[in-house]
C-alpha cells in the first residue's frame, strides 16, 4: 500500500506527529494511552484550515461579501466536504482504531475521517508551519475551489443529497411515485424520497425527474436526517 506520505507528497520530521494525527480516540481508550489520540490535533487543525481557506477565498473572490465568502468556506470546512477530502487520501486506509470502532464501520465513517483529516492538518502545521500545510491543503481542496461559487443544492439536488447520506451510510436515497394526475400532455407527478425507511421529503413537478429534484431541494433544506 502506498504510504500516506507518498500520497500528501510530505515527509514529516517528526513521524510521532503523524501517528498522533491518525490515533482515534477509541484505540488511546483500549491502549489506555488516554493522551496520546488526534483530538487536540484535530482542534488546531481546524483553525488552520479555516485560516488558510479564508485567505484563498478572499484572494479568489476579490468582488464577494464578507457573506458570500462565508457562505463558501462553511461549505469547504463542513463534515461533508472534509470526509471527501479525506477519501482522496484514502484516509480510511490508515486511521489506527479501536477495535470496537473498527468492528462498527469507523474506518469508512464520516465523522471519523474528517477528524482525522483536520488532525492531520494539525499535525502538518506543527511539523513544517502555516506555509507548506497551505501548500498541501490547497493541493487537495482547489479541486473543488473551481465551482466554489455554484450553489450544488440548485446545480444538482439529487447528487447533493446522495453525497451528503451516503457519507453517513453507504446507503442510497429512494424515490417513489406518491401520485399522478392530469392529462397525458400535462401530467403532474408527486414523488417522495426516503432514506433508511424514514421518508425525508416530497417534490412535484411535470415529469418524474423534474419532481426527484425537487423533492431532494428540500429534503437538503430540511435536513430531516440530522
Not at 462553511?74 to 480510511?92: I, N
Not at 419532481?211 to 430540511?222: F, P, T
Request: aromatic share 8%; with cysteine.
Amino acid at each position: 500500500m502506498i504510504s500516506l506520505e507518498t500520497r500528501l507528497g510530505y515527509k514529516f520530521r517528526n513521524s510521532l506527529l503523524l501517528a498522533e494525527a491518525l490515533t482515534h480516540p477509541s484505540l488511546a481508550y483500549e491502549t489506555q494511552c488516554p493522551h496520546f489520540d488526534n483530538q487536540r490535533l484535530e482542534f488546531l487543525g481546524d483553525a488552520v484550515l479555516e485560516l488558510a481557506l479564508t485567505s484563498r477565498l478572499y484572494d479568489l473572490f476579490p468582488g464577494y461579501s464578507e457573506g458570500d465568502l462565508t457562505k463558501m468556506r462553511a461549505r469547504l470546512v463542513s463534515k461533508y466536504a472534509l470526509f471527501g477530502f479525506a477519501k482522496t487520501l484514502e484516509l480510511g486506509s490508515y486511521v489506527l482504531l479501536g477495535k470496537g470502532e473498527e468492528n462498527s464501520g469507523g474506518r469508512a465513517r464520516a465523522s471519523t475521517l474528517a477528524d482525522a483529516f483536520e488532525a492531520l492538518v494539525g499535525a502538518i502545521y506543527i511539523d513544517a508551519g502555516f506555509e507548506k500545510v497551505t501548500e498541501i491543503i490547497l493541493t487537495i481542496i482547489e479541486p473543488s475551489l473551481v465551482d466554489i461559487n455554484e450553489e450544488p443544492d440548485k446545480k444538482n439536488p439529487k447528487g447533493r443529497l446522495q453525497e451528503i447520506l451516503q457519507s453517513i451510510i453507504p446507503e442510497s436515497p429512494v424515490y417513489s411515485v406518491t401520485d399522478e394526475s392530469g392529462p397525458a400532455h400535462h401530467k403532474q407527478f408527486n414523488i417522495s424520497v426516503s432514506w433508511t425507511g424514514k421518508q425525508l421529503a416530497t417534490g412535484s413537478g411535470s415529469n418524474k425527474k423534474e419532481a426527484e429534484a425537487d423533492a431532494a431541494r428540500h429534503a437538503l433544506k430540511a435536513k430531516s436526517w440530522e
